[in-house]
T-cell receptor, first 115, second 111 residues
Framework: DTAVSQTPKYLVTQMGNDKSIKCEQN?????MYWYKQDSKKFLKIMFS???????INETVPNRFSPKSPDKAHLNLHINSLELGDSAVYFC??????????????FGAGSRLTVL | DAKTTQPNSMESNEEEPVHLPCNHS???????IHWYRQLPSQGPEYVIH???SNVNNRMASLAIAEDRKSSTLILHRATLRDAAVYYC????????????FGSGTQLTVLP
C-alpha cells in the first residue's frame, strides 16, 4: 500500500501541450509538496500546501498550477509545456509544514519529457 | 538559508562502516539536521534527523559535533543496497521554507 503515489510515472509530450500529474497520500498528513529534479539532479521545492492552502510558492512560472482538492491530494497542472520543463517531479507529504523536525515522505517520481 | 557542504562522492567496502561528513558552519540554534538518501531512480528517503544530541535508528546513526557546525551520518555496515546519494539538509522551525536539497554525496559500495 503505497504511502505517496504519483501518476503517471512517465509522461512524454510535445511542446505547447498541457499536462497534469496527480499525487495522493494515505498517511493522513496535513502538508504536501511538489519538488522538481532537473538533469543535474538538483532537487528544488516548487510548492507546498497545508490543509489545502498554499504555504510555499517558489519562483515557478505561472504555467505551473498546483491544485489541492483535499488534504490527501495535490495535483500539478502544467500549461504550454516547454523543453526546460523536462525533469522528474516528486510529490511529498509531511505531518505538518512548519516544524524543523518535519519528516517528508516522497513519492517515486514522475518523469516528464517534453519533445 | 543555512548551507551544508558535503563531499561529492565516497566509496566504501561492503560490510564495513561508512562515515559520511557534513559541514554546516552557519547553522543556527533552531536548525534541525536531516539526512535523506536517494537510491537510483527512486524518490528521496528519510534516513535520520537530530537537533543537538546524537541519534540512532534502525537505518543509521547521526553524530552531531558539540558546536553543531558539523555532523556525520554513520552506516554501521554498508550493503550494496546502501549505494545512493546522501543529502545533509538543515531545516528550521517557524517557517515553511524547509528542506533545501544540495548536491549530496554519491556513495558507492564496493563488493
Amino acid at each position: 500500500d503505497t504511502a505517496v503515489s504519483q501518476t503517471p510515472k512517465y509522461l512524454v509530450t510535445q511542446m505547447g501541450n498541457d499536462k497534469s500529474i496527480k499525487c495522493e497520500q494515505n498517511l493522513g498528513h496535513d502538508t504536501m509538496y511538489w519538488y522538481k529534479q532537473d538533469s543535474k539532479k538538483f532537487l528544488k521545492i516548487m510548492f507546498s500546501y497545508n490543509n489545502k492552502e498554499l504555504i510555499i510558492n517558489e519562483t515557478v512560472p505561472n504555467r505551473f498550477s498546483p491544485k489541492s482538492p483535499d488534504k490527501a491530494h495535490l495535483n500539478l497542472h502544467i500549461n504550454s509545456l516547454e523543453l526546460g520543463d523536462s525533469a522528474v517531479y516528486f510529490c511529498a507529504s509531511s505531518r505538518d509544514g512548519l516544524s524543523g523536525a518535519n519528516v517528508l515522505t516522497f513519492g517515486a517520481g514522475s518523469r516528464l519529457t517534453v519533445l | 538559508d543555512a548551507k551544508t557542504t558535503q563531499p561529492n562522492s565516497m566509496e566504501s567496502n561492503e560490510e564495513e562502516p561508512v562515515h559520511l561528513p557534513c559541514n554546516h558552519s552557519t547553522i543556527s540554534g533552531t536548525d534541525y539536521i536531516h539526512w535523506y538518501r536517494q537510491l537510483p531512480s527512486q524518490g528521496p528517503e528519510y534516513v535520520i534527523h537530530g537537533l543537538t544530541s546524537n541519534v540512532n535508528n534502525r537505518m543509521a546513526s547521526l553524530a552531531i559535533a558539540e558546536d553543531r557546525k558539523s555532523s556525520t551520518l554513520i552506516l554501521h555496515r554498508a550493503t550494496l543496497r546502501d549505494a545512493a546519494v546522501y543529502y545533509c539538509i538543515l531545516a528550521f522551525s517557524g517557517s515553511a521554507r524547509q528542506l533545501t536539497f544540495g548536491s549530496g554525496t554519491q556513495l558507492t559500495v564496493l563488493p
